[in-house]
């Protein structure tokens, strides 16, 4: 395990997290004496890793409307990133497998990889704390976001190109109102083109209602 910590590069304080993780629940139910498959921890760990690529990309991509940071994070915490995460610390060899998963290539199965890379993010996160597991996760997810094809749009961008096309026009952002509470508002906006309006959006930025705003000028105008 001296070498996974190092690979990994955190050292265990109670490196029973650490056993618990890498124990796949065939190991655990051939022995059937007590011993904890890393079934729970990976139930942790899939929730510290959501609140870690959650809060990461809400930070790195400002103006990014909601839908598109749920897209963002759906492919870079997908079965096929992690398991790819996965075999970058050779996590497949350190697990602890029942005979039939080692007979089936179990160790370099997707699923079990994901799990168990989840799960080892739960043991850095129970053993050294949030800031651990962050420093871990993220030393995974940046390297991944460089070299991730990102599908924002500009639609402001965008609707801006198009516009400058006649010098004649001018389009400007207008804020009408806003609704729920403090901690979770929604703005509204809307673009207009000299003095009519040409699209109406919401967000829970206003920087997103904005966006949201420019592309359904674009749509009624179809350019989307």
């Known amino acids: 395990m001296i070498t996974l910590e190092k690979r990994i590069n955190y050292k265990f304080n109670n490196r029973q997290y650490l056993m618990e993780a890498l124990t796949h629940s065939s190991f655990a139910n ?19 890793l959501s609140l ?8 790195t991509y400002s103006d990014m409307p909601e839908g598109e940071l749920t897209k963002l994070k759906a492919s870079l915490v997908c ?33 079990i990889l994901e799990d168990a890379f989840e799960s080892l993010i739960a043991a850095i ?13 993220l030393s995974f997810l940046k390297p991944a976001l460089e070299n991730h094809k990102i599908n924002f ?25 806003s609704s729920g509470p403090d901690h979770n508002k929604i703005f509204e906006a809307e673009v207009k083109l000299n003095s009519n309006v040409i699209g109406r959006g919401k967000g829970k930025t ?19």
């Not at 749009?153 to 109102?177: R, W």
């Not at 206003?206 to 989307?224: S, Y």
């Open 79 to 111: 079965t096929e990133s992690l398991s790819g995460f996965a075999r970058q610390i050779h996590l497949g060899e350190y697990l602890f497998l029942g005979k039939g998963e080692v007979n089936t290539g179990g160790a370099n199965r997707p699923s």
């Open 153 to 177: 749009k500009d639609y402001k961008t965008t609707l801006q190109e198009v516009i400058q096309q006649n010098p004649d026009q001018s389009i400007n952002y207008v804020f009408v109102g």
């Open 52 to 59: 870690i690529s959650s809060q990461f990309l809400f930070e």
């Open 206 to 224: 206003k920087k997103g209602a904005e966006q949201a705003a420019a592309k359904e000028a674009l749509n009624l105008m179809g350019l989307l």
């Open 30 to 48: 051939e022995r059937n004496n007590g011993i904890k498959s890393n079934e729970r921890m990976e139930f942790l760990g899939d929730s510290v």
């Open 125 to 137: 996160y129970l053993d050294g704390g949030l800031d651990s597991a962050r420093e871990f996760v």
